[in-house]
Nanobody, 125 residues
Framework: QVQLVESGGDSVQTGGSLRLSCAAS????????VAWFRQAPGKEREGVAA????????YYHDSVKGRFTISQDNADNTIYLQMNSLKPEDTAMYYC??????????????????WGQGTQVTVSS
């Protein structure tokens, strides 16, 4: 059974940093697409950062470019999202997701087969 477990969400002030983790069990991050999505109350889920685990290509939402970094640790089978210079508009529930294959559209939600339970990030001004 595949499980993705996120951690690292917290409440921080504007300008702060957080690192989210997504640990996988029953699944190996290998030659597939992985991503972080977020959903704020009353808003649709949106892709924040994605990567293809084999080649390391990364993709970012325009609003987080230069502030967020997605990475992987093959030894720990974990995906990370480093978030710097956080803003109140970054407040949301953050979810990690993994696909069985490489996705042509890295933020295409139906393409992701596995999802974590979410971790809350709150940024106060």
């Amino acid at each position: 059974q595949v499980q993705l477990v996120e951690s690292g969400g917290d409440s921080v002030q504007t300008g702060g940093s957080l690192r989210l983790s997504c640990a996988a069990s029953g699944y190996t991050y290998s030659r597939n697409s992985v991503a972080w999505f977020r959903q704020a109350p009353g808003k649709e889920r949106e892709g924040v950062a994605a990567m293809f685990t084999a080649g390391g290509d990364t993709y970012y939402h325009d609003s987080v470019k230069g502030r967020f970094t997605i990475s992987q640790d093959n030894a720990d089978n974990t995906i990370y999202l480093q978030m710097n210079s956080l803003k109140p508009e970054d407040t949301a529930m953050y979810y990690c997701a993994a696909a069985k294959d490489q996705l042509a559209a890295p933020f295409w939600i139906p393409g992701y087969n596995y999802w974590g339970q979410g971790t809350q990030v709150t940024v106060s001004s």
